[in-house]
């Protein structure tokens, strides 16, 4: 199985920046799709942002594109998402997730088969 270890969360004020890591074990990374997804108060986890296994093919949440970058480093087994530009509501827990079956990276939380603990984001205004 894949396991996965988030970290980078915090406290950031509105307009500032933040970059979260996700550091994998027990797969060959590169043979991993890699998805950033969060979970505010009340709400359904939500996609955020996805990446290939060869870092090729992005894909974002209309809500995040424009501010928010995904990126991985394969040779350190990490997958990271630079969020810019942050707003208030982007305050959730997000979620690292890894899908072993596809090339290229899913919206829904059913394409990914192991998921980290979760990091805290909290964007004050």
């Known amino acids: 199985q894949v396991q996965l270890v988030e970290s980078g969360g915090g406290l950031v004020q509105a307009g500032g920046s933040l970059r979260l890591s996700c550091a994998a074990s027990g797969r060959t990374f590169s043979n991993t799709v890699m998805g950033w997804f969060r979970q505010a108060p009340g709400k359904e986890r939500e996609f955020v942002a996805g990446?290939?296994?060869?870092?090729?093919?992005?894909r974002y949440a209309d809500s995040v594109q424009g501010r928010f970058t995904i990126s991985r480093d394969n040779a350190k087994n990490t997958v990271y998402l630079q969020m810019n530009s942050l707003k208030p509501e982007d305050t959730a827990v997000y979620y690292c997730?890894?899908?072993?079956?596809?090339?290229?990276?899913?919206?829904?939380?059913?394409?990914?088969?192991?998921w980290g603990q979760g990091t805290q984001v909290t964007v004050s205004s």
């Open positions: 990446i290939s296994r060869s870092g090729g093919s992005t």
């Open positions: 997730a890894a899908d072993s079956r596809r090339s290229l990276a899913g919206t829904a939380r059913a394409s990914y088969d192991y």
